[in-house]
């Protein structure tokens, strides 16, 4: 049972006489419990609704749709309280934050909902038996795993949980069930690289065809470490050590199923110093939002783009300067494409800078990372041009405030120019670099 916190105007709802105050019971016979029971029973063509107003129940037909918006209105999104996490994992990046920032940077979501409406990944670990059932009987697809690793001895180990090894028997259930499984290892070197990562691959294919991806990607470690499990950073050679094993393994899977299904995270192939495979590696890009394949697919869009600007732009009669700031990481892979630009268009100028991170450490080198203070510090007092470009991963994702709590505003007064974001893609790249008017 949920209440009702607001009814649209002229919805069904608002017709069917539901107001604030009142209380949704059930749908179809079903309890409402939140957001995932509500938007699923709520889909069908004039739903059978039993909800309170003070202490009496009423029964109503709500005449809608199939798929139509009833029109009713929550106190939050998910019509209840987030999930928060149950775990203490050896590599947990909340636990590695210094103290002082804003207090929603400090709380550890491990909540199934949002794996399926947000694309979270989650350890299941805070899953009860009611709502792997809820799962299976929405068929709730893909379902978003941190696997880590297979060995539930290991798992406990590193999870800090008790029950971190038994629940993995919920993976079977889910792909018996006909769930896709997106998964990824967060690779904590001595733990669960080497043999251990050997392992928990092949036991993983025992999922297919349920199990559609898995990215592995190294642990973030900040230099707030004090008093938590001593962690070692992925160095040239144990990086391209896991890079081999999972390409190996992907290979096998690739000659066997079609497909690679394994897949390393940009960070690790240059940390390995290898080259990134090509587009066609990564099929799909399932796990771009693990960084996996990210700069790839940047890649083939900005080549994709490039024949095609001199439509939209007088590439010969642009003579402007702007300045990219990015993380490390990133920013030896946009000077190589800022220099794809250059034969295009001479007369703009583009400086590529790659923050060092000092706020969380030098070992952090992605730019989703970067802070105001540290973006304000390394580019104060350089020739940045007319503007400077951040991707828009710097900044809150529904706020213009970096992760120090500095805004957008302050940083660009503190730097005396307009700062501007893009979106990720190589066509919003290319873009920024070349227009002139921001407002369109």
Do not use: W
């Not at 699923?40 to 004039?46: A, C, I, S």
């Not at 809820?134 to 539930?152: A, G, K, L």
């Not at 990607?217 to 004090?226: D, E």
């Not at 001593?230 to 094993?245: G, I």
């Amino acid at each position: 049972m949920v209440e009702i916190t607001g009814v649209t105007a002229n919805s069904p709802a608002q017709r069917a006489g539901l107001a604030a105050g009142d209380f949704l019971c059930s749908v179809g016979g079903h309890e409402i419990v939140d957001v995932l029971d509500y938007q699923f029973y709520m889909t069908q063509k004039n739903p059978e609704l039993v909800y309170r107003r003070g202490e009496k129940e009423h029964r109503l037909r709500l005449r809608k749709g199939e798929y139509e918006d009833a029109g009713l209105l929550f106190a939050t999104f998910l019509m209840d309280a987030h999930h928060s996490c149950k775990n203490k994992c050896i590599f947990c990046f909340i636990d590695q934050l210094p103290r002082g920032m804003r207090k929603t940077l400090y709380f550890k979501d491990d909540d199934s909902r949002l794996s399926f409406l947000q694309g979270n990944y989650i350890t299941l670990t805070n899953l009860s038996e009611r709502e792997v059932d809820r799962i299976i009987e929405m068929h709730m697809s893909p379902v978003r795993v941190s696997v880590h690793t297979t060995d539930p001895v290991l798992r406990v180990k590193m999870m800090k949980n008790p029950h971190a090894g038994e629940v993995l028997s919920y993976l079977g259930r889910f792909a018996k069930a006909g769930i896709a499984l997106d998964c990824q290892i967060v690779l904590c070197r001595d733990y669960n690289d080497g043999a251990a990562l050997l392992k928990t691959m092949r036991d993983l294919l025992f999922y297919l065809p349920a199990l559609r991806s898995v990215s592995v990607v190294p642990a973030g470690l900040t230099k707030h470490r004090q008093g938590l499990c001593p962690l070692r950073p992925f160095d040239r050679e144990s990086a391209e050590q896991a890079v081999h094993a999972v390409k190996a393994v992907a290979q096998e899977c690739f000659e066997k199923y079609g497909t690679h299904i394994f897949y390393c995270s940009d960070e690790l192939y240059l940390c390995a110093g290898l080259p990134l495979p090509p587009a066609s590696y990564y099929e799909g890009f399932e796990q771009l939002e693990n960084g996996v394949g990210t700069m790839t697919n940047m890649e083939a869009e900005i080549d994709d783009e490039l024949p095609y600007l001199a439509q939209d732009f007088p590439l010969a009669q642009l003579h402007h300067h702007r300045t990219v700031a990015t993380g490390t990481l990133a920013a030896p892979f946009l000077q190589a494409q800022a220099k794809k630009l250059a034969a295009l268009a001479p007369g703009v100028r583009v400086d590529v800078v790659g923050i060092k991170n000092d706020f969380f450490g030098h070992t952090v080198t992605v730019a989703g990372l970067v802070t105001g203070g540290d973006l304000v510090a390394q580019l104060r007092g350089r020739d940045l041009g007319e503007c400077v470009l951040i991707p828009r991963c710097m900044l809150q994702h529904d706020a213009d405030v970096f992760l120090d709590d500095m805004t957008l505003t302050q940083a660009q007064q503190a730097l005396g120019v307009p700062i501007y974001t893009s979106d990720g893609s190589g066509a919003d790249f290319l873009h920024a670099l070349l227009k002139t008017d921001f407002t369109e």
